[in-house]
């Protein structure tokens, strides 16, 4: 019995760290062996060594229009910063008697897990599509006071859709919930909503580096939010902050943010161009998709401004397409160079085992078949010559 007790105990806590971004840093890890002597050196990489987390504080308070600085938080990873986030205006709303979240559209899976495996105290309303703004208002109407927060993806992690940021505001506002974002995918560069949320949070793992290569995250505070206060104590108590090398890791890297985006999404322009006359793709999902372009158009900083990621619903088994494309394959995205994915077999194998899983991915618009590509900086050219080597209409 006491083994199976620990068993348990420590697969909570593999939960705990796996969702909420705790962790160990590589190059923390590799100090420690280099001052054990069980390895000769740290790895030589370009490094800015001057006062790091400034230098990125700075550029991203530029990108996100912040008044100042000091309202950017950064995190040992983009997980732990939106987990902070959550847990710091989760325990504020508890205290006025508020223990439910409104989430909309299905997200990034570790975000869904701080509330499935109860990482924090907090209940949760999906609302499908989050592109239905009568639904998320008549939701948060119907649940006024007891909603402690909504929280959305701009766009969304896998299915690229985007809320009405504003009417999603509006309705905070007139409730007093908090209104978490995540701009990941989005980015500040392209998208401006840090005056719709309280906090917005970023993967600076993403496309601020570009050099998957180095974890971290951070939280932007609203200084014009009514939580913005328990939110800047909140986030240091309940957030990791950054190992060192780590930061001066990211602070080598995100100066070229900016520029890095911009080619990303002239290349994403071109690349779904491409694939939206492919037979073997039924429809493409992208920032411009649908019902959700007409929600990220009122966001967007600039035209043609998707970002780099695109979800491909193919017509063929997704082995006729993944196997052969020349891509490196991985699970991330947000680097210079293009990635392929099978996001549904990655995010969700456990679904895909049984007849019961498929059927509830079906209902929430995801199948096997389905690739996820993000698309890096290097010439559109060559990036759509690899593409017609295993589309061939």
Not at 177 to 206: H, M, Q, R, Y
Not at 349 to 354: C, I, K, P, Q
Not at 372 to 392: A, C, K, T
């Amino acid at each position: 019995m006491a083994a199976r007790g620990d068993t348990a105990a420590a697969e909570r806590v593999r939960e705990f760290v796996k969702h909420t971004g705790c962790h160990l840093s590589s190059r923390e890890a590799e100090g420690v062996l280099v001052r054990c002597r069980a390895l000769p050196t740290q790895q030589e990489e370009p490094l800015a060594p001057d006062r790091p987390e400034d230098a990125i504080s700075a550029e991203l308070a530029r990108a996100y229009g912040a008044r100042d600085a000091a309202d950017v938080f950064l995190h040992n990873s983009g997980m732990n910063a939106v987990a902070a986030a959550v847990e710091t205006l989760t325990r504020v709303q508890h205290e006025r008697g508020r223990k439910l979240w409104l989430q909309l559209g299905w997200i990034f899976f570790d975000t869904m897990s701080i509330f499935e495996k109860r990482l924090s105290d907090a209940d949760r309303i999906v609302i499908p599509d989050p592109s239905d703004t009568e639904a998320i208002v008549a939701t948060a109407l119907a649940h006024a006071g007891d909603l402690a927060g909504i929280i959305g993806e701009i766009p969304s992690n896998p299915l690229l859709q985007t809320p009405d940021v504003a009417a999603v505001r509006e309705v905070a506002d007139r409730i007093g919930a908090a209104v978490v974002l995540d701009t990941s995918i989005g980015t500040p560069w392209n998208v401006d909503v840090l005056s719709f949320s309280d906090v917005t949070c970023e993967s600076l793992t993403k496309y601020a580096t570009g050099s998957a290569d180095v974890l971290m995250g951070a939280a932007v505070v609203n200084a014009a939010s009514p939580f913005a206060g328990e939110l800047r104590a909140g986030l240091h108590e309940h957030g990791d902050r950054p190992f060192s090398r780590d930061a001066a890791r990211v602070a080598a890297r995100i100066p070229g943010y900016e520029a890095r985006i911009r080619q990303v999404n002239r290349n994403t322009m071109a690349v779904v161009e491409f694939l939206e006359a492919q037979n073997a793709v039924r429809r493409v999902a992208w920032a411009y998709s649908d019902r959700s372009a007409r929600n990220y158009t009122k966001i967007h900083r600039a035209p043609s401004s998707p970002g780099g990621l695109v979800l491909l619903d193919l017509a063929v088994p997704i082995e006729q397409i993944y196997d052969p494309l020349p891509f490196p394959k991985g699970p991330s995205f947000g680097a210079d160079f293009t990635m392929a994915s099978p996001q549904v077999f990655i995010a969700h194998n456990d679904m895909l085992a049984t007849v019961a899983g498929r059927e509830e991915l079906r209902e929430r618009g995801l199948h096997r078949d389905m690739l996820r590509i993000s698309v890096g900086i290097e010439e559109p050219e060559s990036l759509i010559d690899s593409l017609r080597q295993v589309f061939r209409h």
